[in-house]
């Protein structure tokens, strides 16, 4: 039967249970079992691979908060799994926690350099952020290493082109990252407040 998870504490539980052992929350209903994760690491439990498709869930949902919980928990277990790392990374990152997401993808994609999703996450952390040919650079190695899916290859080829577009042109700071939260900055901010650095070449 599937399991059900506590959508605060990231608890797994029983089906017939109602309440979280853990924390005492309401559980949420049964989620339907995953056959396989993304990417799915040597060593790594099939209780933890649901618990990582529980926590993808969670972030469809836009659900970062509870999601981060779950990928947090899953990270502690695991801490060289590199995909579970990427998607906290995510969550960090939908949480407007620019350096914790920033530490966890930067960690992933050493973990796992030929991972398709750890390189895929980090450019678009780096695109969000502004940095387009990073991030283009980021989703050239990740194409390399072949998508998942047809629709992941689509979505990094599109990410990739805009990355691209954006890039062209634009000036911004070369050496660090920025300590401002999300809702307080835009790409067009860091511009504005950066030393040029040109994109190309010095052109």
């Excluded at 529980?54 to 928990?73: E, I, M, P, S």
Aim: aromatic residues 6%; hydrophobic residues 40%.
């Amino acid at each position: 039967m599937a399991l059900k998870y506590c959508g605060h504490c990231g608890q797994s539980a029983q089906p017939e249970e109602s309440f979280c052992v853990a924390c005492g929350q309401k559980l949420r209903a049964p989620e339907v079992e995953p056959e396989s994760v993304p990417e799915s690491s040597v060593g790594v439990s099939r209780e933890n691979s649901i618990v990582l498709r529980h926590a993808l869930g969670l972030l469809a949902k836009n659900d970062a908060k509870a999601a981060r919980v779950v990928l947090q928990r899953l990270c502690d277990e695991q801490p060289e799994w590199a995909v579970a790392r990427a998607y906290l990374g995510v969550a960090h990152l939908r949480l407007t926690d620019v350096a914790d997401a920033r530490v966890e993808l930067e960690e992933a994609v050493r973990l796992a350099p030929a991972s398709f999703i750890c390189r895929a996450k980090y450019a678009e952390f780096l695109a969000r952020l502004g940095f387009y040919d990073q991030a283009a650079a980021q989703l050239d190695e990740a194409l390399a290493h072949g998508a998942p899916d047809a629709e992941s290859r689509h979505a990094a080829m599109e990410l990739r082109q805009f990355s691209r577009d954006k890039a062209k042109g634009i000036y911004y700071r070369h050496s660090s990252y920025p300590k401002l939260r999300l809702g307080r900055f835009s790409p067009a901010r860091l511009v504005g407040h950066s030393r040029p650095v040109s994109t190309q070449g010095g052109k």
